[in-house]
């Protein structure tokens, strides 16, 4: 029974993966078709689309947001997992609720905020927005794994003397860097993908994200099969750096999406 039950269970994993793969695999056949990987030069050749430029700008949006979160959620999730202070337990699912709120529910109150600031059309204008959706879900990953840190590593801490900025130099940032690097690889990729603030909030076409440059491949009002292949390459370019960095993180991200799941 167990050689079936384990039979069963790659079956089904491996008619997941065919549903998963397929997509990606048809897209990968409707770049090359008309003129082959020739469309993945007019991609990076194309007069309306700075490559290069489109991609810098989603990098340096997504780094940027990934570090901001990743110090922010730290630090909120040391505080809410290691430290009593009052009205902590009303704060902490305060935040949580947060991830109920989605992205679209607040645009109005978004673009009359970035646009009063005199942030439109800049990195800080679209960074800040991804910092605020993404750090909730973020904390929770992390506050979940801190507290599976045992407190007797803390009170060894504090009897040598160490400050509270101290122990979470020393011993809650090494020993949760599993956790980190899960929620910098989440927090990259979907700071990549995002598609609804960049187009909220960028009018300059200097500024477009590859969220935003795609829409340079599709026709007003009729598509050539040349076209169609140039926006299926361009999405294949533009989704490959952030599968290198799942790849690179793969392995903390799958010992992070279990973190907290066993308390010490």
Same mark, same amino acid.
């Given at each position: ?11 089904? !994993? ?26 993945? !030069? ?80 800049? &990195?800080?204008?679209?960074? !800040? ?23 007797a590593i803390l009170e060894a801490g504090m009897i ?28 990259? /990729? ?44 361009? !999405? /294949? ?6 599968? /290198?960095? &799942? ?18």
């Amino acid at each position: 029974m167990r050689k079936i039950d384990k039979w069963v269970i790659q079956a089904v !994993l491996a008619v997941f993966a065919l549903i998963w793969l397929y997509p990606l695999v048809q897209s990968v056949i409707k770049s090359l078709e008309i003129n082959g990987f020739g469309n993945y !030069l007019a991609v990076i050749r194309h007069p309306k689309v700075n490559y290069f430029l489109v991609v810098f700008n989603s990098f340096f949006i997504a780094v940027c947001t990934t570090l901001i979160v990743g110090l922010l959620a730290t630090l909120a999730a040391y505080a809410f997992s290691k430290m009593q202070f009052k009205l902590k337990n009303v704060l902490f699912y305060s935040l949580v609720a947060c991830l109920a709120i989605p992205a679209t529910a607040v645009m109005s109150p978004l673009f009359f905020t970035a646009k009063t600031l005199g942030i439109t059309n800049s &990195y800080p204008g679209v960074i !800040l927005p991804l910092v605020a959706f993404n750090a909730p879900f973020m904390l929770l990953i992390l506050k979940n794994y801190f507290d599976s840190i045992p407190n007797a590593i803390l009170e060894a801490g504090m009897i040598d003397g160490a400050s509270s900025l101290r122990m979470y130099r020393t011993i809650m940032i090494p020993l949760g860097v599993p956790a980190i690097i899960n929620i910098a690889v989440l927090t990259f /990729i979907y700071s990549w993908n995002d598609y609804i603030i960049p187009l909220l909030l960028i009018r300059d076409e200097k500024m477009y994200t590859v969220t935003l440059a795609t829409q340079f491949f599709t026709g007003t009002t009729s598509q050539t099969p040349e076209m169609v292949a140039q926006l299926y390459a361009a !999405l /294949i370019l533009m989704t490959i750096p952030s599968i /290198i960095v &799942y790849m690179f993180g793969q392995n903390a991200l799958k010992s992070g999406l279990t973190a907290g799941a066993v308390k010490s």
